[in-house]
């Protein structure tokens, strides 16, 4: 069961697909880790906190993580998984359109610690042209006002 600290995470990054990425259309199947939505699917063994893929193939993975779960052992294995298989998705793209996202939130103390984890990620992947990536923050962010939408089956 998420912490509230937790969950305020996953909220935020629900929000941001919203805003940013329109995951509330239709054409949006969204799993996230929250009681109103269907779980997310494993993904190379890993279950993220949010999950969105489009009728399109554009697909979104998103992961909350508290100061010290971001630099766990766990946590960067997550991200170098879901890191791999948004580098898969991301093959099928034609040029000039996105197909893989990476949104982590974090506390706003963890920002640059969560930055550098990423980068360091992608760069040791050669992913870096390839996904699409977001760090945000959960302050200011109100934790009943992002609803998942579109559930999908895990």
């Known amino acids: 069961m998420p912490s509230e600290k937790h ?3 996953i909220d935020a990054i629900c929000k941001f697909a919203i805003e940013k990425y329109e995951t509330d259309a239709v054409e949006w199947i969204v799993c996230c880790d929250k009681p109103d ?4 699917p494993s993904i190379l063994g890993y279950r993220p906190d949010f999950f969105a893929i489009s009728r399109k193939g554009k697909c979104i993975i ?3 993580k508290t100061p010290l779960d971001l630099i766990s052992e ?3 294995g997550q991200i170098k998984a879901y ?3 948004l580098y898969k998705k991301s093959l099928a793209k034609k040029e000039g359109t996105v197909k893989a996202v990476l949104i982590i939130a974090v ?3 963890s920002i640059g610690v969560a930055r550098q984890v990423v980068k360091n990620v992608i760069r040791k992947a050669s992913a870096k042209d390839r996904i699409r990536w977001h760090v945000i923050e959960q302050t200011g962010w109100d934790s009943g006002a992002a609803r998942c939408k579109n559930s999908c089956q895990a």
């Open 107 to 109: 506390p706003l103390a």
């Open 37 to 40: 939505c269907d779980k997310p």
């Open 62 to 64: 998103g992961e909350a």
């Open 7 to 9: 969950k305020l995470l």
């Open 74 to 76: 766990r946590s960067c």
């Open 83 to 85: 890191i791999r298989y």
